[in-house]
């Protein structure tokens, strides 16, 4: 089994440091770490790349690094800049169209992705970060093995 990620919503890095050290993927349920949080083996730093690369055109050197908040033995938690979930709120079908198209070209360690999959959490995104922007949350991500 790879690592897991779970992409959340807190209002400051303090609530996103109380991730207790137990939990485990089949125990995260709903609104424990709030805002219905999301499971994915997508990677926070390609998420970001993704985001501003692809939709706001921000150079691939010019991404800002994540914010390590946590750093446990069993997993960490690391804060997403704003700059990653605000573009999608913003953005129409077209735009995010044109995202997919281009992430699904790029090669990662499983191949080119389907543009159509890629479409399809693009807008999941895009419903988080409405979530967070309505709680007026931040976005951080709990990653453990």
């Known amino acids: 089994m790879g690592v897991t990620y779970k992409y959340f919503g807190a209002?400051?890095?303090?609530t996103a440091a109380?991730?207790?050290i137990s939990m485990r993927p089949e125990e995260l349920g709903g609104d424990e770490l709030g805002m219905n949080g999301m499971f994915t083996k997508i990677k926070p730093?390609?998420?970001?790349?993704?985001?501003?690369?692809?939709?706001?055109?921000?150079?691939?050197?010019k991404v800002?690094?994540?914010?390590?908040?946590?750093?446990?033995p069993d997993y960490a938690v690391v804060k997403?800049?704003?700059?990653?979930?605000?573009?999608?709120?913003?953005?129409g079908e077209e735009?995010?169209?044109?995202?997919?198209?281009?992430?699904?070209?790029?090669?990662?360690?499983?191949?080119?992705r389907d543009a159509f999959n890629v479409y399809q959490l693009l807008?999941?995104?895009?419903?988080?970060?409405?979530?967070?922007?309505?709680?007026g949350h931040q976005p951080y991500c709990l990653v453990w093995p």
Do not use: K
């Open 11 to 14: 209002p400051d890095g303090a």
């Open 18 to 20: 109380r991730v207790p």
């Open 45 to 61: 730093e390609t998420m970001a790349a993704m985001v501003l690369t692809g939709i706001e055109g921000v150079p691939l050197s």
């Open 64 to 72: 800002p690094p994540l914010e390590l908040v946590v750093l446990h």
């Open 80 to 91: 997403l800049p704003m700059t990653v979930v605000d573009p999608l709120r913003s953005i």
């Open 95 to 112: 735009a995010v169209g044109a995202a997919a198209f281009i992430w699904s070209t790029v090669p990662d360690r499983g191949g080119p």
């Open 123 to 135: 807008h999941e995104w895009q419903d988080f970060s409405h979530r967070l922007h309505e709680a």
